[in-house]
């Protein structure tokens, strides 16, 4: 059983700063691919970064130059920093974990972003 679990949304000011992590738990395999994705009210899922288990990092155009996205393999665990937020990068943030056995998704974080 994998579990995922997101931490780090919040509340901010455009322009502002947050940072996002995610800790996955259970059968994970070395070779994965771990992203960030986002769902705003009315919009369907959008992907925001992934990173593979070789740290090849895959960006949203809308994100990149503001996003960094970052694993901790021994930790298994995957962070999003977010500089220079827009409101428009106000969304659930949800964490997926991509492996051979399966694809798996974290219960999401709400990042507002005030303007």
């Known amino acids: 059983q994998v579990r995922l679990v997101e931490s780090g949304g919040g509340l901010v000011q455009a322009g502002g700063s947050l940072r996002l992590s995610c800790a996955a738990s259970g059968s994970i395999f070395s070779i994965n691919v771990m992203g960030w994705y986002r769902q705003a009210p009315g919009r369907q899922r959008e992907l925001v970064a992934t990173?593979?288990?070789?740290?090849?990092?895959n960006y949203a155009d809308s994100v990149k130059g503001r996003f960094t996205i970052s694993r901790d393999n021994a930790k298994s665990t995957v962070d999003l920093q977010m500089n220079s937020l827009k409101p428009e990068d106000t969304a659930v943030y949800y964490c997926?974990?991509?492996?051979?056995?399966?694809?798996?998704w974290g219960q999401g974080t709400q990042v507002t972003v005030s303007s």
């Open positions: 997926r974990l991509i492996v051979r056995t399966g694809d798996y």
């Open positions: 990173i593979t288990s070789g740290s090849s990092t």
